[in-house]
């Protein structure tokens, strides 16, 4: 047996039951490059679930990361840290003003933003009548309970009821649902502004303002998921940037610290006043360690342009991307993305193009139970996007 079949029987043995890993082991990587433990090589179009925006093997990252891990690597927030208020700065030098608080990943950040909006709804303005949140269908939001809660898709919630409530989900993009749905009893509405997880989807022109207007009359908190859209992966460090509106909370982690494990959520002051000392807290939230990595990440992306990058390269692979569409039709039907944030619509289930694709040194995933996903680290370049297309171009050319 080789190393790779030995440590596979043992992820089989070893681990719960609850990946679809396929048997490969990854050992290192290098820019879109990974290598599994048999020395082969993978082009990266996951970017470890549209985390590793920097690419594997970063090495001004590795620096930084090793730089603090000699200095100090956690604290708790007992005390203040500086590397989590430098970020916290650098945070608020973008497109949302407002009040960090820091947790670990993506579905804590979104725990953290329906806890604050509910305290802000029954503490600071002391209506606590108002309990109920409005998500979407096919919304993704995260595994934990509060967040599973709102996430719409039932193949996710089921057998884990009694979830957290009430909760009311609305067609993704449908105006007047909304506008039936929000109001005096809302607590608040939670929204990616363009749906991941759920198969890429992109909002109808004017959809988020409108929600934005409904909140603002109703006097409802709007919560903005950015998990997976923000820290640039649209081709602005917020995808709200592209809709001309701003939410109250917004909700981030993913590409944030490059890798390093880590979730904000930010708050304007007014939504922010919902959390007082000892109602929220988080014991590796925003220590020194991830967050001197996120400080790192945050100076890369100005200094190598990388979100001028993004739109460039991410209108090259959506270009390319619709052709291939065409060319494979009816085996695909079409393609849809913003920035590095892409997706190939497929006839049916796309599972076997990942396994196809894979066998060819080619690294993809399935959103929304149609679509090849792509999301490659955002210094991708155009050679590296040219490879992956002609590899899901002859997978495509081979499935009958
Ligand atoms: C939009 C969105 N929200 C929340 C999450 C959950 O993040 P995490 O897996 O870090 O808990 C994800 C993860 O895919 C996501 O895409």
Redesign the pocket.
């Known amino acids: 047996m080789s190393q790779q079949d030995d440590l596979v029987e043992m992820g089989r043995r070893l681990l719960i039951n609850n990946y679809r890993q396929p048997p490969v082991v990854m050992a290192r990587g290098e820019g879109c490059a990974l290598f599994d433990v048999e020395g082969r090589r993978y082009l990266d179009m996951t970017a470890g679930?549209a985390v590793s925006i920097l690419g594997h093997g970063h090495p001004g990252l590795a620096n930084a990361i090793a730089t603090q891990a000699r200095r100090l690597v956690h604290v708790s927030n007992l005390y203040y840290i500086q590397a989590q208020l430098e970020f916290a700065e650098a945070l608020s030098r973008r497109a949302f003003h407002g009040r960090a608080f820091f947790c670990n990943?993506?579905?804590?950040a979104?725990e953290a933003a329906l806890k604050l909006a509910r305290r802000y709804q029954a503490v600071a303005r002391k209506q606590p009548e108002r309990v109920e949140f409005v998500a979407f269908e096919n919304g993704?939001?995260?595994?934990t309970f509060g967040?599973l809660s709102v996430t719409g898709q039932a193949k996710y919630r089921e057998g884990f009821g009694p979830l957290v409530g009430p909760v009311r989900f609305l067609p993704f993009g449908d105006v007047a649902a909304a506008r039936a749905a929000i109001g005096a009893q809302t607590c608040a509405v939670i929204v990616?502004p363009i749906q991941?997880?759920g198969g890429i989807n992109l909002p109808p022109p004017g959809y988020l303002q409108e929600i934005r207007r409904l909140c603002t009359d109703s006097g409802t908190v709007l919560i903005f998921?950015e998990?997976?859209t923000g820290s640039g992966r649209t081709g602005t460090f917020y995808a709200f940037e592209g809709e001309g509106v701003v939410p109250d909370v917004l909700t981030l982690?993913?590409g944030l610290a490059g890798g390093i494990p880590i979730?904000a959520m930010l708050a304007n002051e007014e939504v922010a006043r919902g959390f007082e000392p000892g109602t929220h807290a988080s014991t590796f939230g925003g220590n020194p360690f991830a967050t001197a990595a996120a400080l790192y990440v945050q100076r890369a992306i100005d200094e190598l342009g990388l979100l001028e990058h993004c739109r460039e390269v991410g209108s090259y692979l959506g270009s390319a991307l619709l052709r291939l569409g065409e060319r494979r039709r009816p085996k695909t039907r079409g393609a849809r993305g913003r920035g590095l944030l892409q997706g190939l619509v497929i006839e049916g289930d796309p599972s076997e193009i990942v396994t196809r694709a894979r066998a060819r040194g080619l690294l993809v995933s399935v959103a929304g139970g149609n679509v090849v996903r792509l999301v490659p680290p955002l210094i991708v370049g155009k050679a590296e996007i040219d490879e992956a297309i002609e590899i899901l171009d002859a997978v495509l050319g081979d499935l009958r």
């Open positions: 679930v990943s993506g579905t804590e979104n993704f939001h995260g595994r967040a990616e991941a997880e998921d998990i997976q982690a993913k979730g």
